[in-house]
């Protein structure tokens, strides 16, 4: 009997359609689900007369697989996987392989790196992103963990995955241990980013100077033929086109805004916590989605609390084309605090990563792909070693170009009352990292007053440390 090339774990459509891009390319898969009628059904439809064997018991799958086994599981993060690795580690062999492809936490993935590498056995966590569409025509994926697994999956992650215009696929390995799952994360705050200031640019648009989704969707499509192509901007002109089936209404008019989340943001701000990297667009993208959560809150006070008229008043084209420039260079800043985020999380946990290749694996078939992506692997093609984004030439320039505009549209918003959390904390993230001087010497001044913190001189070298005796006996 001849042996399948992998084992997929999980029948959720992400898993599907995996399994389905797999038999594609050529490569025969083997298949399991908790609950075996999913199995069965997905036998007797979607994957009729392919490559690929249903599983009605785990021992069947991994014995039907070519050693050394890969064994893919597609299921929901935290105790489900370690579920299924504990169930899977009695019948494997050393060399076998488990593959993480969900949205673990990158902490998990490390733990369970070393567990299974103590028993002999290799994992990979994987981020795979592109969602339902991107799992079944080509995703972006990112592994990392056990390297002696990477020639065994490489084959077939490529195959699968997404390729840019000449040919190279949006998958590569990315490092050791959780380093797959770290960058499928930050890829997630920043797409958090990515899609609060296209909606800050929407909300200024619709409260500031009165347009209609219509017009907005044509805005949109303009803005998309600009540098900021990109996946996120195509959709949001296709949804400010749609109308409600129902009411004939825009149905972005109809839809409640307060706005969900699955985590991977919060992980996102907690890793830049935890490091110590100032990344407060993220943040605040996350924020945005608390803020809206808040509904029955927000409707009270926005019957008691006052505030200025949005009333706008001059030229709306130009003032339009001051959003668009706002919003690149918000666009930039995110990205920035993004990798400057991964580039310290490398240090912190030794992981060799390689950011003009991970730039390339976001070019297509993930959620964030934009043109924008090839100019920061051009970047970092260029400076290995560059230390921020910002200080790049092509970004230098970028920036210098759009931030008169940039500023003139934070200021309005704030002078009209439209909140831009991330359009005015990315300008303040900007002004911040340009200030030779920051004001946290009072600060470091009130630690040392009031909790004896000590504190560093300008006149003194680094490392050396003092203390004021501020009040007299």
């Not at 992650?157 to 799952?181: L, M, Y």
């Not at 949001?236 to 089936?245: A, G």
Request: hydrophobic residues 40%.
């Amino acid at each position: 009997m001849d042996k399948y090339d992998i084992g997929l774990i999980g029948l959720a459509v992400m898993g599907e359609n995996l399994v389905l891009n797999m038999e594609s390319h050529g490569f025969s898969v083997a298949v399991f689900n908790r609950t075996v009628s999913k199995v069965d059904r997905f036998l007797g439809n979607r994957a009729k007369g392919k490559n690929i064997k249903g599983c009605h018991i785990i021992e069947e799958m991994i014995s039907s697989l070519k050693k050394p086994r890969k064994i893919m599981l597609m299921v929901k993060a935290g105790q489900p996987v370690d579920s299924f690795i504990e169930k899977l580690i009695p019948h494997l062999d050393k060399g076998d392989i488990i593959i993480d492809g969900g949205n673990s936490n990158f902490m998990d993935t490390i733990r369970r790196t070393k567990n299974l590498e103590d028993k002999g056995l290799l994992f990979i966590g994987t981020g795979v992103s592109g969602g339902e569409e991107g799992a079944l025509k080509g995703p972006s994926i990112m592994p990392g963990g056990s390297i002696e697994a990477w020639p065994q999956v490489k084959p077939i992650f490529q195959a699968i995955a997404a390729k840019v215009s000449d040919g190279s696929p949006c998958c590569e390995w990315v490092s050791n241990n959780g380093a797959g799952h770290f960058v499928k994360m930050v890829h997630n705050g920043i797409e958090y980013c990515d899609m609060q200031i296209i909606c800050e640019s929407y909300f200024l648009m619709k409260k500031a100077l009165r347009m209609t989704p219509e017009e907005m969707s044509k805005i949109f499509t303009d803005w998309n033929k600009s540098e900021l192509n990109s996946y996120l901007i195509e959709i949001t002109s296709d949804i400010l086109s749609k109308l409600d089936s129902e009411t004939g209404k825009p149905i972005v008019d109809i839809i409640l805004d307060t706005a969900g989340q699955k985590g991977t943001g919060k992980w996102t701000t907690h890793s830049a916590l935890d490091i110590g990297v100032p990344a407060q667009t993220i943040v605040e993208a996350v924020f945005a989605r608390f803020m809206s959560a808040i509904k029955e809150e927000r409707l009270e006070a926005s019957k008691v609390l006052p505030g200025p008229e949005t009333k706008f008043e001059g030229e709306r084209k130009e003032f339009t084309e001051m959003i668009r420039k706002a919003l690149y260079a918000s666009k930039v800043c995110a990205y920035a605090q993004g990798y400057q985020l991964m580039r310290m999380a490398a240090e912190e946990y030794r992981w060799d990563l390689n950011f003009g290749q991970i730039a390339l694996m976001w070019r297509n078939g993930c959620i964030i792909r934009a043109q924008f992506l090839g100019k920061i692997k051009e970047a970092y093609d260029q400076y290995p070693d560059l230390s921020n984004l910002l200080l790049n030439p092509y970004f230098q320039s970028a920036i210098e170009n759009n931030q008169d505009a940039w500023r003139k549209v934070v200021s309005k918003a704030i002078e009209l009352g439209i909140p831009m959390p991330a359009f005015s904390s990315a300008l303040a993230y900007y002004d911040s990292y340009r200030s030779e001087r920051l004001p946290a010497n009072l600060l470091q001044a009130q630690r040392d007053y009031f909790g004896a913190h000590t504190y560093e001189r300008v006149d003194k070298p680094r490392g050396e440390f003092f203390h004021t005796k501020w009040l007299d006996d």
